[in-house]
């Protein structure tokens, strides 16, 4: 009797050193843009509440309820900083899962890897992590922007047949990575292509008629965007005031089908990229949607976003599902490096391992018709880098 009381004791002393970790309850946060210019990506946020929701009350995992705080950070670093801190210094939290922004995952980064924190796909480019050193607790389940631009730039190039190409971007390492990706496939064309024009934008800005003048004036006949789902549409809506009809291609960050209610008709043809398939062209999809949206229903409107934000969730369920009853932060990495072409709900072929932490390495391009986008290509395969 002694010896189990004392083996109980101990047990339950080492699960109390596990932040984040009780009997009963995991406790995971985020800092997202519930407002601001990037609002429409905070769903991300609420759709991963939801499916919670839903994993709580079929009895959590391992008899654990998930306890999900989210933080509103309006897309600003300052604020994202502040959220972390308060997430990792004063709740406690077991895991970070996504935090929306590259600007932001940048303030926070070294923050996090410096707590061993884990952190379960943070949505910013890629290429933050490629080359850093210490990934140990990291697990990124979300596409390259650098890749995934270089994809976009060569279709409109090789299947378009555009020999002119322009961007449109965010003025910071989001969307300066789409325009470095663009870069890379006009190079890459042999000079049957020629970038005649960059055009960023701030935050802050909010009349685009300018901007729309400099494309239009450029002739390119593809345009390539890296934008805020506000900044997207605004520009979508200017150049089709003016009557400039390039060839349109964004990043996955602006598939959703809120962007054809933002923008109105100028969204239509519009092709973009995405990571798991859309709703209404997998019923393992769909039945996802539908635990989320029952919970709350104003996630329809924001269908693409809030599933990705279940997408972000994912390998997170899936690692605490395989780490078993007996769970730690050093278990929880062990069990995740052994997902080899794993398949979720949403995500599929995921892959990690001890020196990989790159979980995909694919996406398709898709085209709105009608207001949804419509697949256009089979998977795209791109190189695993970290």
């Known amino acids: 009797m002694a010896i189990a009381l004392a083996a109980v004791l101990a047990s339950g002393a080492a699960q109390a050193a596990e932040r984040g970790i009780s009997a009963g309850e995991v406790v995971i946060g985020t800092s997202t843009p519930l407002s601001g210019p990037a609002a429409p990506w905070g769903a991300t946020a609420l759709g991963a509440e939801a499916y919670l929701a839903h994993i709580n009350q079929q009895g959590g995992i391992h008899g654990r309820r998930i306890r999900f705080e989210i933080r509103d950070d309006a897309y600003l670093p300052p604020r994202a900083v502040a959220n972390v801190r308060e997430l990792v210094d004063r709740v406690g939290v077991f895991a ?3 935090l929306i922004g590259t600007a932001n995952t940048l303030a926070v980064r070294d923050y996090l890897i410096a707590n061993q924190v884990l952190w379960i796909t943070p949505t910013a480019d890629a290429q933050v992590w490629v080359g850093y050193q210490d990934t140990r607790y990291l697990f990124v389940t979300y596409p390259n922007y650098l890749q995934e631009a270089i994809i976009l730039g060569r279709y409109a190039i090789e299947e378009l ?40 934008y701030e935050l802050t800005e909010t009349d685009l008629s300018g901007h729309a003048l400099r494309l239009r004036q450029s002739g390119a006949e593809a345009l390539v965007l890296y934008a805020t789902p506000r900044h997207g549409a605004m520009i979508a809506a200017e150049i089709a005031k003016i009557g400039y009809q390039p060839h349109r291609l964004a990043t996955f960050t602006l598939a959703d089908p809120v962007m054809a209610t933002l923008a109105g008709p100028a969204w239509e043809g519009t092709i973009v990229t995405g990571f798991f398939d859309f709703p209404g062209t997998n019923p393992r999809v769909d039945q996802v949607l539908s635990i989320i949206t029952e919970r709350r229903p104003e996630l329809a409107q924001t269908p693409f976003n809030a599933l990705a934000g279940v997408a972000f969730l994912e390998p997170l369920l899936e690692g605490l599902r395989r780490a078993g009853p007996d769970l730690t932060r050093e278990r929880f990495v062990q069990a995740m490096e052994t997902l080899q072409g794993w398949d979720g709900e949403l995500l599929q072929d995921v892959t990690f391992g001890p020196g990989r932490r790159q979980g995909l390495e694919a996406i398709f391009l898709a085209q709105y018709r009608n207001g949804q986008p419509v697949r256009l290509t089979d998977w795209i395969p791109y190189p695993v880098e970290f």
């Not at 969307?175 to 970038?195: C, D, N, Y």
């Open 96 to 98: 970070i899962v996504g």
């Open 161 to 200: 047949g555009a020999r002119t190409l322009a961007v449109f971007y965010q003025n910071d390492d989001y969307g300066k990575t789409g325009l470095a990706g663009v870069q890379q496939a006009v190079e890459a064309s042999g000079g049957r292509a020629r970038l005649v024009a960059a055009v960023p």
